[in-house]
Nanobody, 118 residues
Framework: QVHLTESGGGSVQAGGSLRLSCETS????????MGWFRQAPGSQREPVAT???????NYADSVKGRFTISRDAAKNTMYLQMNNLAPEDTAVYSC????????????WGPGTQVTVSS
């Protein structure tokens, strides 16, 4: 089994920054994809920033140039640095890992709230 735990959410004013962390339990050797998703009230969950199988980052157009996804394999932790936050970034942010081996499956963290006020 793989367990994900997010941290770093909170409330900031527009233009501020936050860094989200996602720690994974257990050592994962092969993944299909891992990254960050968000869901705003009344909206569907959408990808924000992800790594593909080759480790290449992909970003939603709305966050390009403002958000940076990174990963520290030694700490089993993935990060999302969010700069120049805007009210439309307000959402619950969840980390996701689509694992190939071991413990194949698609895993989600419980989510962390990010609120940006104008």
């Amino acid at each position: 089994q793989v367990h994900l735990t997010e941290s770093g959410g909170g409330s900031v004013q527009a233009g501020g920054s936050l860094r989200l962390s996602c720690e994974t339990s257990g050592r994962i050797f092969r993944i299909r994809r891992m990254g960050w998703f968000r869901q705003a009230p009344g909206s569907q969950r959408e990808p924000v920033a992800t790594f593909n199988m080759q480790g290449d980052p992909n970003y939603a157009d709305s966050v390009k140039g403002r958000f940076t996804i990174s990963r520290d394999a030694a700490k089993n932790t993935m990060y999302l640095q969010m700069n120049n936050l805007a009210p439309e970034d307000t959402a619950v942010y969840s980390c996701n890992v689509d694992v190939l081996s071991p413990y194949a499956g698609n895993y989600w963290g419980p989510g962390t709230q990010v609120t940006v006020s104008s």
